[in-house]
Each structure stands twice: as structure tokens, then as C-alpha cells.
């Protein structure tokens, strides 16, 4: 039998951590900043940040840069402007990411420096706040996901029959947390004056927009409204999980959730009430008191009340309302939904369009298989195999299409590159095409 791997001095330091804000509900955590300031902890966070694969923020430096400069060295000097307090933030980059409902998303990404300072405090913050976070959050905690999530609230209403659910939406939740309730949160549990006051500057970060290599726009709509957190920064999502838990504390202190027998499972920004029949207008009414609250606003058009199982709301990438089994029998169910199918299918159109005709089979082979492993692997509960079927299909004659675009060859490639061809010669990914594959995919 194997041993375990012992724990680091880091991981040692953070297990202290989590035990005494567990064992200690109460206690406020007074000094905190020099353990910020190890460098097991800024190794760590540096290694954490560097697998996340990110590229440069505002001043263009680059992992590839400071690794040429020495990673050690460089370490050593954040580790000293940590120290000494002379550490100055420099501001986000601004992109903007499509939203699958054909908007755009900001995100703004940090300078590195910023990135492995900000994940050396969540690194050091989250083991306190994990023993306070209620277990119906499931977004950006260890050991819990989004498919947990999913089974949660399949659950409350397959077993509990709580089947009228509201299945609601914030704007811009990220973007619209109040500044001074949000530390309040933090400070309930945190006393370090010098922690507080960097994650104050943090999520007040100044923004700017490159149009080229010239900046075309600098805004400080965070520090002039004392509203958001920085999304794509280190620091958002726990700052986000802290303030979602507000929402949850209210409605089990209000008597919500036992009263009108409504549960909620969250995850990051996206939520759903799970509540008996006959009280889900009530529950409506009295989320939409609290969030506003807190401050929070909430998106009338895509929120709304779901009576199973003659309806069905979407959550998580899944579609949870009425299936049928072979024999006709109706009963609730979860499979993936359109939007989630379109989405990958859009990804297998990218990465097989004319753009990468210079690129060798095997490269769109292996980015095709991590795309589609990647999805199959969330989407396997349910009845799945229509949908694999759809997206191995569409997949197969994508790929056949671009090899004789790419070889300059005539038709469509139905007969040059048949689906054998695919699978056997360049290794193409083959989805399971029926419950004994899908049963052994699982294991």
C-alpha cells in the first residue's frame, strides 16, 4: 500500500488555518500579512498562476520574460516589496469575452505581479472562509463543482418533490457587489489592517483599454461607484462566494427556507430555488426583497418561476425537466442543453475552419479530442447519446472537410477519409455510442 504524500509546509499552514476558523466561529484572524509574505506561499501561487496558462497584463511582462530573468529572483523581489510595503498595483487590462447570449463580457486581466500577489492572500483567506461558506455554494471550493450542483438541485426535487423552481438571473453580479457590505464580510473574519486595505485597493483597480498598442481609454468606474470585483482577478471568486452567502444566511434567517420549504443551490453568479408546490410565487417575491436588499439587481427577463414537469429551466450547462424512456414513460430528467451543444459545436466549426489550413492533421486532431473529452466528461449524466451522436457526427464530417481543403483534394472527403480513417489513422476521439460504452466511459 501506498503512503501519502506528506503535507508541505504551506499545506500544513493552511490546514492550521482552516481548523481554527472552524473550531472558532467568532475569531478574527489579527496576523495574517507575513504569511502572505513566505515564499512557500509565493512559490505556490506563482506555480498556480504559471498553469493557468495567462498572458501579460498591462506591462507586457509575460511568464516567458521572468523566467528569464530567474523565477527565484523574481520572487524574491515581490517577496521583499511585500515586506517592506513598497508593493504598488498596477492597473487591469481590459478584454471583452463573447456571452453566450451574443453579448460581451469584460474581464480584466492583471499584471502578473498583481496575479501571484492577489493568489497568495486567496491562498492564505480561503482556508478561513471555507469553514464559513454553507455547503448549498458550490462555485470555486475544493472538492465541489458544478455537476455537484447540478445533482443538488435534481435531487431536491426528484427526492423532496420540491418541483416549482425560480430560475433566476443577476446583472452583472460580479460588476454590482457593493464595495462596503462586501468588506464587512471579509473583515468579520479578518482584523490585519494591511490585508484589508489591500484588498480594498484591489478590487477598486483602475482599468484600461488598448486600442493597438495605444491606450485608447482608462476608467476607475469601481473606485467611483464602490461597486464590483475585478472578474478574471484572483480575488473575485471567493470575494464573490463571501457576498453571495449573505443572500443564503438572510433567507434561512427570514425563515424562507424552512417556511416555504425552499432550498437554493449556487454556484459563481448562477442559482436556482427549489421550492414545495404552491409557494414559488412567494418565494419569488421575497428573493426579489432581499436582493434588493443587498444591493443586487435582479434580470426580470431571463428570471422566472418553473412548474415541473410541464416545464423546464436550464442550469449549468444541463436542461432539467420531462424525458421519456424507451418505453414511453415520462419522468425528470437531465440531459445537456441546446445552447451547451451549440457551443461546442461552434468550437469543433473554429477549429476546422480555413484558418488553420497550415497546421498538420494531427494538431487539429488533438485540439478537436481535448475540446470534445472536455465536454464529454461534464456532459455524461442522463440520456446523452443523441447528443453524442449529433455532435461525433458533425465533428467527423467537419474534420473531412477541412482534409481536402487542406490537401486541395475534390468533394467533401465522405470517401478519401471515412469515419474508420478517422478513428484508426489519426486518432480522432469516438464518443460512446450506446450505455455500455457510456458505463465504461465513467469509470
Not at 82 to 107: C, E, F, H, M, S
Not at 279 to 295: F, I, V, Y
Not at 344 to 350: E, N, T
Not at 412 to 420: A, E, F, S, T, V
Request: hydrophobic fraction near 35%.
Amino acid at each position: 500500500m501506498s503512503l501519502a504524500t506528506p503535507l508541505s509546509s504551506f499545506e500544513k499552514l493552511q490546514n492550521a488555518l482552516h481548523v481554527k476558523a472552524k473550531t472558532e466561529p467568532k475569531y478574527r484572524f489579527y496576523s495574517l500579512w507575513d504569511k502572505i509574505c513566505r515564499s512557500d506561499v509565493l512559490s505556490a501561487a506563482y506555480d498556480r498562476c504559471r498553469a493557468n496558462k495567462g498572458v501579460a497584463g498591462f506591462d507586457g511582462v509575460s511568464f516567458d520574460d521572468i523566467e528569464k530573468q530567474g523565477k527565484e529572483q523574481w520572487l524574491g523581489t515581490l517577496q521583499a516589496e511585500l515586506r517592506d510595503k513598497t508593493y504598488k498595483l498596477q492597473p487591469l487590462l481590459r478584454v471583452w469575452i463573447p456571452k453566450a447570449n451574443g453579448g460581451q463580457r469584460p474581464l480584466g486581466i492583471a499584471t502578473i505581479k498583481d496575479r501571484v500577489a492577489q493568489l497568495a492572500c486567496m491562498l492564505i483567506l480561503e482556508p478561513i472562509f471555507e469553514a464559513d461558506l454553507p455547503p448549498n455554494q458550490y462555485g470555486f471550493r475544493r472538492s465541489l463543482d458544478a455537476k455537484l450542483a447540478l445533482r443538488r438541485a435534481f435531487y431536491h426535487i426528484t427526492k423532496y418533490g420540491r418541483t416549482e423552481v425560480v430560475d433566476a438571473d443577476l446583472s452583472d453580479y460580479f460588476s454590482s457587489i457593493p464595495h462596503g457590505p462586501l468588506m464587512k464580510c471579509v473583515s468579520r473574519r479578518i482584523a490585519d489592517g494591511q490585508i484589508l486595505a489591500i484588498l480594498k485597493l484591489w478590487i477598486e483597480m483602475p482599468v484600461v483599454e488598448r486600442n493597438g498598442r495605444k491606450l485608447s481609454r482608462i476608467t476607475t468606474e469601481a473606485k467611483d461607484t464602490h461597486r464590483g470585483t475585478p472578474q478574471g482577478s484572483p480575488c473575485s471568486p471567493l470575494l464573490a462566494n463571501l457576498y453571495f452567502r449573505r443572500f443564503i444566511l438572510a433567507w434561512d434567517k427570514f425563515g424562507y427556507s424552512e417556511e416555504l420549504d425552499a432550498k437554493i443551490v449556487n454556484y459563481a453568479d448562477d442559482f436556482v430555488i427549489c421550492i414545495r408546490p404552491g409557494s414559488g410565487e412567494q418565494a419569488m417575491k421575497s428573493m426579489r426583497q432581499l436582493m434588493n436588499r443587498l444591493g443586487l439587481q435582479i434580470n426580470e427577463k431571463k428570471t422566472r418561476l418553473v412548474s415541473l414537469p410541464t416545464g423546464e429551466f436550464d442550469f449549468l450547462g444541463y436542461t432539467v425537466g420531462r424525458q421519456y424512456k424507451l418505453q414511453g414513460q415520462p419522468f425528470i430528467g437531465t440531459k445537456p442543453s441546446k445552447r451547451s451543444v451549440q457551443k461546442v459545436m461552434a468550437k469543433i466549426h473554429d477549429e476546422t475552419s480555413v484558418r488553420w489550413n497550415m497546421t498538420t492533421p494531427e494538431e487539429r486532431v488533438l485540439q478537436l479530442n481535448r475540446i470534445v473529452r472536455g465536454w464529454a466528461n461534464y456532459f455524461n449524466q442522463g440520456p446523452v447519446l443523441s447528443e453524442y451522436r449529433k455532435i461525433q457526427g458533425y465533428m467527423n464530417r467537419r474534420l473531412q472537410l477541412w482534409l481536402v481543403r487542406k490537401f486541395k483534394q475534390r468533394g467533401r472527403g465522405y470517401r478519401q477519409y471515412p469515419d474508420n480513417t478517422l478513428y484508426e489513422k489519426y486518432g480522432l476521439i469516438k464518443l460512446p455510442a450506446n450505455r455500455a460504452e457510456l458505463s465504461r466511459a465513467k469509470t
